[in-house]
T-cell receptor, first 112, second 115 residues
């Protein structure tokens, strides 16, 4: 069964606008970690932000913030003030114990 | 600088050949992982290793083999039994094999094409 769901189609975003990428997850564990990674066309996976299941505050890292709604099992990524360099695939991932599982990703294209 | 080095960046394989993808890390991480990525798909776990001389199958291990003789090295062999090996392969490592607040550090990937 798929553990991480990212269902949005590819998105076009105007430069300087904010964009929200949806992620829902499925787990019965109490302790887990949620991560977002960025993958530009070069292929490398770049860590963006982390949210722990016990964290009460939403995580923020610069222009990235994570809207964590535990009861809904939702961990949406918000990118504020989009830049052209934000054009990439974005992956939501969940770590339960020893393994990190990924969603299928969201394609974001920032247009000037 | 510490990191993960994958080589080669591009690899071409003839049908029926075995090929080995290299992954080396100098981060002193205990755990290492191999993922496969196909277009339109997320990353799928092939194999992972928590300590030297030990490794476990992931979700799509058929047609692949690994070894972990040194802490810093985790090579992946794509065997002729893998029916559709053309894909992008990513190696990753983590400092802790159990704690969920540790994410993974990734290499830059190897793109394998069967010709």
């Amino acid at each position: 069964a798929q553990k991480i769901t990212q269902t949005q189609p590819g998105m076009f975003v105007q430069e300087k606008e904010a964009v929200t990428l949806d992620c829902t997850y499925d787990t019965s564990d109490q302790s887990y970690g949620l991560f977002w990674y960025k993958q530009p066309s070069s292929g490398e996976m770049i860590f963006l932000i982390y949210q722990g299941s016990y964290d009460e505050q939403n995580a923020t890292e610069g222009r990235y913030s994570l809207n964590f709604q535990k009861a809904r099992k939702s961990a949406n990524l918000v990118i504020s003030a989009s830049q052209l360099g934000d054009s990439a695939m974005y992956f939501c991932a969940m770590r339960e114990g020893r393994r990190l599982a990924f969603g299928k990703g969201n394609q974001v294209v920032v247009i000037p | 600088d510490g990191g993960i080095t994958q080589s080669p960046k591009y690899l071409f394989r003839k049908e029926g050949q075995n090929v080995t993808l290299s992954c080396e890390q100098n981060l002193n991480h205990d755990a290492m992982y191999w993922y496969r990525q196909d277009p339109g798909q997320g990353l799928r776990l092939i194999y992972y290793s928590q300590i030297v001389n030990d490794f476990q199958k992931g979700d799509i291990a058929e047609g692949y083999s690994v070894s972990r003789e040194k802490k810093e090295s985790f090579p992946l062999t794509v065997t002729s039994a893998q029916k559709n090996p053309t894909a992008f392969y990513l190696c990753a490592s983590s400092p802790d094999r159990d704690r969920v607040w540790y994410g993974y550090t990734f290499g830059s990937g190897t793109r394998l094409t069967v010709v």
